[in-house]
């Protein structure tokens, strides 16, 4: 299950949470996530990155929250490859890990996919949404990755 980020500073179940930063060049970001176009999510977070002068866990989102659009439209290599660069901009963070977790899942890669859960899992050990995941996975993969709602 792909995830979405919010920009609010409240955590809501099965969704993480975007900091929202106080700084103009995070306002792409802000019109991407209110956006309800996929293509158009991924021009504006495009637009959030390269602007520069977010803080590490501000990127992070912005790929996982891009990636989320790309997985939508069906790109799942950019997808892919949008959560593993959050991954490497916020290593503690779990949601990237478990979204790519879902698409290595539906390719049938079951190692990278359960790795990447048991990292999710690392981080938020707690977290009911993706220790059901790691047991979908675990019991079923290859499993066909779902874009969020």
Excluded at 12 to 22: K, Y
Excluded at 63 to 71: L, Q, S
Excluded at 121 to 148: M, S, T
């Amino acid at each position: 299950m792909i995830r979405i980020l919010i920009p609010i500073s409240a955590v809501a179940a099965g969704l993480a949470v975007l900091p929202a930063p106080a700084r103009a060049d995070f306002s792409a970001c802000a019109a991407a996530y209110a956006s309800k176009d996929p293509h158009q999510q991924i021009d504006l977070y495009t637009t959030c990155l390269k602007h520069g002068g977010l803080v590490s866990t501000d990127v992070a989102g912005a790929f996982t929250n891009r990636g989320v659009a790309y997985a939508h439209i069906g790109d799942l290599d950019k997808a892919l490859a949008d959560f593993s660069a959050a991954i490497q901009y916020d290593p503690g963070w779990p949601l990237p890990y478990s979204n790519r977790a879902g698409l290595e899942a539906g390719r049938g890669q079951c190692a990278a996919a359960l790795a990447d859960m048991d990292a999710a899992l690392k981080y938020a050990p707690h977290r009911k949404e993706f220790l059901e995941e790691r047991a979908r996975i675990q019991a079923g993969c290859p499993i066909a990755a779902k874009p969020p709602n």
